[in-house]
Nanobody
């Protein structure tokens, strides 16, 4: 059974930093990418960043230059370093594993709140 567990969320002041981590277990398939999404209240879930198994990365325009995604394929973990946080970054953040077969496995989400 695939399980994704996110950690690292919390309350931070504007301009601060947080590091989210996602650990996957029960993986018995080939992953094509690991992704971070977020969903703010009243808004659709949006893709924040992804990293392919080859290490290619991509970011939403709203977080470019502030967020950095990284992964450890051997440990099946993906992290999201978030710097210069803004109130508009407030959301529940989810990690997702996309398989080569096109399936998706989601974590339970971790709350990030940016507020003074």
């Amino acid at each position: 059974q695939v399980q994704l567990v996110e950690s690292g969320g919390g309350l931070v002041q504007p301009g601060g930093s947080l590091r989210l981590s996602c650990a996957a277990s029960g993986i018995s398939f080939s992953m094509s990418a690991m992704e971070w999404y977020r969903q703010a209240p009243g808004k659709q879930r949006e893709l924040v960043a992804y990293i392919t198994r080859r290490g290619s990365t991509n970011y939403a325009d709203s977080v470019k230059g502030r967020f950095t995604i990284s992964s450890d394929n051997a440990k099946n973990t993906v992290s999201l370093q978030m710097n210069s946080l803004k109130p508009e970054d407030t959301a529940v953040y989810y990690c997702n594993i996309k398989t080569v077969a096109g399936n998706n496995y989601w974590g339970q989400g971790t709350q990030v709140t940016v507020s003074s």
